[in-house]
Nanobody, 116 residues
Framework: QVQLVESGGGLVQAGGSLRLSCAAS????????MGWYRQGPGKQRELVAI???????SYADSVKGRFTISRDNAKNTVYLQMNSLKPDDTAVYYC??????????WGQGTQVTVSS
């Protein structure tokens, strides 16, 4: 089972920035689709950003132009750069690893709180 460890969450004022990191254990990191999801208070978990092994990315409409997903395959790490943060971005952010043959892995989550 792949282990995912997120870091970088915290408290930030509206308009500020944070960068989340997610380090994965195991081999063949580059073949996996990596994603960031979030779950706000009283809300369902939603997709924030995803990056396929090809480098193709996709973003939720609510974060387009503000968030950027990237990965460093040499470090088995995926990042989420979050700029121009809004109070609505407050949530627990989860890292997801999806192998091409199925069987998702999830991180434990990291809290992001944006104050107004």
């Amino acid at each position: 089972q792949v282990q995912l460890v997120e870091s970088g969450g915290g408290l930030v004022q509206a308009g500020g920035s944070l960068r989340l990191s997610c380090a994965a254990s195991g081999s063949f990191f580059s073949i996996n689709t990596m994603g960031w999801y979030r779950q706000g208070p009283g809300k369902q978990r939603e997709l924030v950003a995803i990056m396929h092994s090809s480098g193709t990315t996709s973003y939720a409409d609510s974060v387009k132009g503000r968030f950027t997903i990237s990965r460093d395959n040499a470090k088995n790490t995926v990042y989420l750069q979050m700029n121009s943060l809004k109070p609505d971005d407050t949530a627990v952010y989860y890292c997801n690893l999806r192998p091409p043959f199925g069987g998702d892995s999830w991180g434990q989550g990291t809290q992001v709180t944006v104050s107004s």
